[in-house]
C-alpha cells in the first residue's frame, strides 16, 4: 500500500499527495495497473442554495425603500383621520411635515452615501425647510424663524463644519479632536443664550450657558494639553514604566 | 387529508446511485419532503409534544451556520446501497423511534419538540459533512438520512440525541435495510425492530430523573487554549480519518497500564502542546492557558436509564503548559489519575446539578423565549466552548449480530464541527479496525498531522482517508 514517506501513514492507491503533510506520494514503478482514486466523499461541496449577498447599493436601497413604506403608513392615518374628523387638512399638517423631514434625513445619506458634502447641504436645505413650514402653518405668517430657527442652524452648521475642518487639519489625531467638540459644545451654548435672551435694548446679558462654556473649556484645554504634551513623545509609556520600576 | 407542494425548481434528480434507481432530492429542506398543511381528526389526535432534555435545551438556541450540532454515524456495507430499499427501511424504522419523528417547534418560554407526520426521506451525501439543518423550520426532521455508494449516513440535531442515541438507530436502520434486502438472523441482540412498542423510558429526560437539588454547584473552569488558525467559510468541514488495528491500538495501551481512550487523549493532549510551544514568545503569550480536552461519558453507564435522548456529560482532562513542558508519560499519568477520578458518580451528579440548576430557575423559567435566545450563546460560551482546546470522543466498540456483521464494512462516528475548537474527534471501532475521525473548520493540518505521526511513532500503522 502506498504510504507517505515523512509522516509514515499508508493511505490508499491512487492518492497524489498526502493528506496530512501535502508531500506527493511516490507511485510503485512495478504497479502495471493505475486504479482511479475510490471516492469517500462525493464532489459536491454545498447541496444548501447560498444565500444571495446583496451589495451595499442594493442594501441601501431596500432599507430606502422599507422607510418609505413605514413612513407612509402613519402619514396615511393622520391625513386620513383629519380629514375625517375636520373635513379638512388642519393640524395633520404638523405631523405630515415632521414625517417628510424624516423621509428626507434618512433619503440624503442612503443616496448620497459617499458625498459627504451632498448629504450636509441637503440636510441643511429640509431643515429649514422644514422650520420655515412648521412657523408658517402655525399662524400662516413667518414670524420666529428668521429670529430664532435660522440663526442656530447656521451657528450648528458653522461649528459642525468648523470642528471637521479642525480635525482634518491637525496631523495627530487623538484626544484634540473630543476637544474641539467640547469647545464647539461651550460656543453653541453660549451663542444660544444670546439668540434665545436677545433683549430688546440689545443689552448682552449671559446666565446658563457660562456653567456650560467654563467646564467644556477647562475639559477640552486639559485634554489639549495631554495631547500636544504627551501624544509626540512616543517613550512616554516606556518613560512612565521606567519611573515606576515595572 | 394530507397535501403535498411539488416546486419543480427545488429538486433535482441525483444520479449518483449505481443500483439503477433515481431519486429525487430536495435540495432546500434536506430531509423532508411532505409538508402537511390540512390535518384530519385522526392525523391531529397523533401529534404529540416533548420538553426537550437539558442538553437539548443548550443545543437549540446556539445551532446555527458556524454552530450547526450536528454529529454523524455512517455504516459502509459490503454492496452498494439501494436507495429504494433504504427509504423503505427508514419509512418502517422511524416507526419505532416517535421520539425521534419530530420538528421543533418555538414555544413561549422554550423550544419544545412535536410529531412531524411528515416521512424523512433519503437524500444523497454531500463533500462535507455536518452542514446546517434547518431545524427551526417546519416540517423539518432533526436528523437526515444520506447515501452515498456503500455507505448509509445518519447526521443527527444534537439536541435530539447523543452518540448512544443515535447508534441505536443507525444500528436499527441498516438491520432493517439488510433484512429487506433478505439476511436473516434469530438473534437481534440490543437491536431495536419495526413493530415493537418502545418503553415509556426511552422518552424521558433523564438529567431531570437523577438531579440532586442539595448537591453544592460546581465551579467552572477558566478559559482554555485554542488552535491559533484561521477559520474557513461557512460550510466547510474537513475530515480525515484514521483507520488502525484496533489490536495494536490495545496493545500499546495495556503496555503503557492505561485505557485505550486515556491514550489517545495523551496523544491528543501531547500534540497540542507541541502546537503551544511552537508558537512565537508574543503570541504564546496571548493564548497561554490551560490546554483541555472535552471527553463525553455516556451516563447510562452509571444511573440506569433507556432513554434515547441526551443523557451524556463531559469530564475535561487537560495539562498546564505554563508549567512547563510535559512530557508524554507525565501526561499520561495525569489523565490516568484525573479520569479514575473524576469519572465518578458523585461528580457527575454535580455536573448535572449545575446545568440542570439553570433550567429550573424560577427567573429562568419565566423568561420569554427570544431573550433566552439572545443569551443561549452567552451561556453556551461561557460552558462549554471556551472551556475546552478539542474534544475527544469515542463511542467504543460497535456490535451487530453476526448475520449482519458479515454484510457491514465499518462504522464510523464523525464529531460535531466546532468553530471555537476548530478541531475535533471522534472514534469508534468496528471488528478489527478503529476508525478515528478529525473534523476540522480550519486549512492547517498541524495538529492532524503531529497526532498521527506520534500514533506512528508508538508503533501503530495508520492508514489515512479524507474529504
Known sequence: MPYCSRCGVEVDFGVEECPLCFLPIQEDPDRP?????????????????????????????????????????????????????????????????????????????LIFAKRPVIVTIGITISL????????????????????????????????????????????????????????????????????????????????????????TFIVGGFLMYMHYRFTKDTDFKTKIKAKLQM | MTSFIFNPNKWIISKEFKSGSLVLIDTTANNSIEHPIALTQEERSKIRSYRMDNAAILFSFVCGERIPCLFRLTATLLEPINVNLLQKALNRIIERFPYYRVNQRPGLFWFYWETNLGNPKVIADSKYPNQELPVRKKGIFPFRVRAFQNRIAVEFYHALTDGT?????????????????????????????????????????AYKRYYIPMYPKMKLANVAFKLPYKL?????????TGIMDVKEVLAK????????????????????????????????????????LQVPVNLRRFYPSQTMRNFSLFVTPGIDPRLGY???????????????????????????????????????????????RIGGKAVYSRM????????????????????????????????????????????????????MNFGRVVKETILQRKFFRKLKKQGISVKIETN
Open chain 1, 33 to 109: 495497473v493505475k486504479e482511479p482514486v475510490k471516492k469517500k466523499y462525493p464532489d459536491e461541496p454545498v447541496e444548501q442554495p447560498t444565500k444571495r449577498i446583496l451589495s451595499p447599493k442594493e442594501k441601501r436601497i431596500r432599507a430606502l425603500e422599507i422607510i418609505s413604506v413605514s413612513l407612509m403608513i402613519p402619514l396615511l392615518i393622520v391625513t386620513f383621520t383629519d380629514l375625517i374628523i375636520t373635513e379638512t387638512i388642519s393640524w395633520a399638517r404638523f405631523p405630515m411635515t415632521t414625517l417628510v423631514l424624516v423621509w428626507l434625513l434618512c433619503t440624503f445619506p
Open chain 2, 165 to 205: 442515541g443515535g447508534l441505536t438507530f443507525l444500528k436499527a436502520l441498516v438491520a432493517e435495510y439488510l433484512t429487506l434486502k433478505g439476511i436473516q438472523t434469530d438473534d437481534w441482540e440490543d437491536i431495536f425492530r419495526f413493530g415493537q412498542t418502545p418503553h415509556e423510558e426511552e422518552y424521558e429526560d
Open chain 1, 128 to 215: 429649514i425647510g422644514f422650520l420655515v413650514l412648521v412657523d408658517y402653518f402655525d399662524n400662516w405668517n413667518i414670524d420666529w424663524f428668521h429670529i430664532l430657527a435660522l440663526p442656530i442652524i447656521a451657528l450648528v452648521l458653522f461649528l459642525s463644519v468648523g470642528v471637521v475642518i479642525a480635525s482634518f487639519m491637525v496631523k495627530q489625531k487623538g484626544m484634540n479632536i473630543a476637544a474641539f467638540i467640547l469647545f464647539a459644545v461651550g460656543i453653541l451654548n453660549l451663542v444660544l443664550d444670546l439668540i434665545i435672551r436677545s433683549p430688546p435694548e440689545n443689552k448682552v446679558n449671559l446666565t446658563w450657558s457660562l456653567f456650560v462654556l467654563v467646564p
Open chain 2, 384 to 435: 462549554g466552548e471556551r472551556l475546552y482546546s478539542g474534544s475527544f470522543t469515542n463511542l467504543g466498540r460497535v456490535t451487530v449480530p453476526e448475520a449482519f456483521s458479515n454484510e457491514i464494512e465499518s462504522f464510523q462516528f464523525i464529531p460535531t464541527s466546532s468553530a471555537s475548537n476548530k478541531s475535533t474527534c471522534a472514534v469508534a471501532s468496528f471488528k478489527d479496525k478503529l476508525y
Open chain 2, 232 to 240: 474557513e467559510k461557512t460550510g466547510i468541514f474537513h475530515i480525515i
Open chain 2, 326 to 372: 510535559f512530557s508524554f508519560e507525565e501526561i499520561l499519568k495525569t489523565v490516568y489519575h484525573y479520569m479514575r477520578v473524576e469519572v465518578n458518580d458523585r461528580y457527575i451528579s454535580q455536573n448535572i446539578k449545575r446545568n440542570v440548576r439553570g433550567e429550573l430557575n424560577p427567573l429562568m423559567r419565566a423568561t420569554p423565549l427570544f431573550i433566552k
Open chain 2, 253 to 292: 495501551s495495556k503496555e503503557l497500564n492505561v485505557t485505550l481512550s486515556e491514550f489517545l487523549i495523551s496523544i491528543y493532549l501531547e500534540s497540542l502542546q507541541e502546537i503551544f510551544h511552537e508558537l512565537p514568545e508574543k503570541q504564546q503569550k496571548k493564548v497561554a492557558h490551560p490546554i483541555r
